[in-house]
């Protein structure tokens, strides 16, 4: 194998990236900060809310994309903060104007303030508009394994349900349900939403999600640097462990680690 050559890559809108984990650009001290905690995080998607981060909308003020340039990273503009489909139309054209025709965007629709939890009337509605418009559509939705079906069909490039609440560090509530989005989509499933710490991650992963998207659980830590370093290695830990298969569970059944033939008298 050639060095850095990936035979296990994400796939997304037919782009490759070597990377599982995509980070958010939100709530770091500064974009120096975030440049390093993405740097350690090995993310090559970072996504940036459109509606509270400057990427060129402010000439006068600092640019993320002075810290994070789109030579390097793909920039993923997303939706955080609009409550209705045309907010979040409106955002994402603005954002391909901004980013010289790019197209690959997070959709997002928030349902209220308090949960942050996705309406998803409002994100349907969303996503057909903007696959219609010629845009890659990576959308936030809730664990309904029907929604991400239906995301799916409209022509979705991925779709992203919570693992919990945004900003809660819960983890995963409800592994059940992520399991038959995962076994039953044809586009790549990432968990959005509720991570926590690295722990979450490779659980999302030893599931069979393509990957994990998070930001609160890297910013608000301690040390966002050395957790961005910790979730790198769980990812990737994780999707080790679903490809490797897993022993079966067996609750009732011990079995000796070593043989049980042949004991020495």
């Known amino acids: 194998m050639k060095p850095n050559e990936n035979l296990d890559p994400l796939i997304i809108a037919g782009k490759s990236y070597q990377s599982r984990l995509l980070v958010g650009t939100g709530k770091y001290r500064d974009f120096a900060e975030t440049r390093a905690a993405v740097e350690a995080s090995g993310a090559q998607i970072v996504t940036v809310a459109i509606r509270r981060t400057n990427i060129g909308q402010d000439a006068n003020q600092p640019s993320l994309l002075d ?31 901004l980013l010289d025709g790019h197209n690959l965007v997070k959709l997002e629709v928030l349902g209220d303030q308090q949960t942050l939890f996705p309406n998803m009337a409002e994100t349907l509605k969303a996503a057909e508009t903007l696959v219609k418009d010629n845009f890659k559509v990576m959308v936030y939705c809730s664990d309904d394994p029907i929604a991400a079906k239906q995301l799916e069909e409209i022509g979705c490039a991925a779709v992203m349900p919570l693992a919990s609440l945004i900003g809660s560090g819960m983890g995963i509530l409800n592994p059940w349900n992520l399991q038959i989005i995962i076994d039953n989509a044809k586009v790549p499933v990432l968990v959005d939403a509720g991570v926590g710490t690295a722990s979450d991650a490779a659980i999302a992963m030893e599931l069979g999600c393509d990957g994990v998207l998070m930001n609160t659980a890297i910013a608000a ?18 999707r080790a462990a679903f490809l490797a298969g897993r022993m079966p569970k067996k609750p009732y059944s011990a079995s000796p680690s070593s043989p049980t033939g042949g004991l020495i008298a």
């Open 67 to 97: 810290a994070l340039p789109p030579s390097q990273f793909t920039i993923l503009p997303n939706t955080a903060g609009c409550y209705s489909a045309d907010d979040a139309v409106r955002t994402l054209r603005l954002a391909r104007e």
């Open 221 to 238: 830590a301690k040390n966002p640097v050395l957790m961005a370093s910790a979730m790198k290695k769980a990812v990737e830990a994780g």
